[in-house]
């Protein structure tokens, strides 16, 4: 059985078209053009462990076919990354009402739990309070590292060769001890500026340059980056997630 990572989601905070835009890349037919908000699948040995809940959860769920929901990792409580999480509703009661495993920071389990406190029984929550660490779930290990966007604290997670970092801006040296040797980085670029909270297109493709990635895959883009002219700009090793993609862990 393959081990793989699915990004069933590329986009920003807006997704893209963006509501009410009509821009080039919010009307464009490509599906490079076509992103849902950042989320991620690693699909290990029949277990489907999800990366992040955001809003779009429930149409990415019934694109992909995705049945069951093993475990979960959110990387941090803004909405475009948790908002989907009364969406889960379904995969609890597909585990006969057996409570999934939540892997996730302090400061993201309180904000849940303002939120959704009427789901928290359906969820069984493993809090993540070092800085950088490991942790093993159903024989498999994975690696974490800590970083802030502005005062929110962010988790990135590893497993294998592939490493998933969204939402990226500011991070220690210990990020690249994290990411040594890692081979296939999804890593997040906003838009070609950047921003206080994001990294520009530049900003990732040098950060995956120094974590010495073999392979580097941009998510979490806004509608100012259009797939097919950005694609003819970057350099060898590095491309434009697109929604429904696999890649090797």
Request: aromatic share 10%; charged share 20%; net charge negative.
């Amino acid at each position: 059985m393959e081990n793989k990572l699915q990004l069933l989601g590329t986009g920003g905070s807006t997704g893209i078209p963006r509501v009410g835009c009509k821009c080039k890349v919010c009307l464009s037919d490509h599906p490079g053009n076509k992103r849902l908000r950042s989320q991620g699948l690693f699909k290990l040995d029949g277990k489907n462990i999800l990366i992040d809940a955001g809003p779009d959860i429930r149409q990415q769920a019934l694109l992909h076919g995705i049945h069951q929901i093993d475990a979960i990792f959110l990387t941090h409580y803004h909405e475009d990354h948790i908002g989907g999480m009364d969406d889960l509703r379904g995969f609890f009661f597909n585990r006969n009402k057996d409570p999934i495993p939540v892997y996730l920071s302090e400061n993201t389990y309180e904000m849940v739990a303002i939120r959704f406190g009427y789901l928290l029984e359906r969820f069984v929550f493993h809090k993540i309070d070092e800085h950088m660490g490991e942790f093993e779930i159903f024989g498999k290990k994975f690696s974490y590292c800590a970083y802030e966007q502005g005062s929110v604290p962010v988790l990135g997670f590893r497993h294998g060769k592939a490493a998933y970092l969204t939402d990226v801006k500011s991070y220690g040296e210990n990020m690249f001890t994290f990411l040594k040797g890692v081979e296939n980085l999804v890593v997040s670029a906003l838009n070609f500026e950047g921003s206080h909270m994001h990294q520009s297109v530049e900003e990732a493709v040098a950060f995956a340059k120094k974590a010495g990635a073999t392979n580097a895959y941009l998510i979490h883009m806004n509608h100012e980056v259009e797939y097919e002219s950005t694609m003819a700009t970057l350099t060898e090793g590095v491309a434009l997630a697109i929604d429904g993609m696999e890649i090797d862990v």
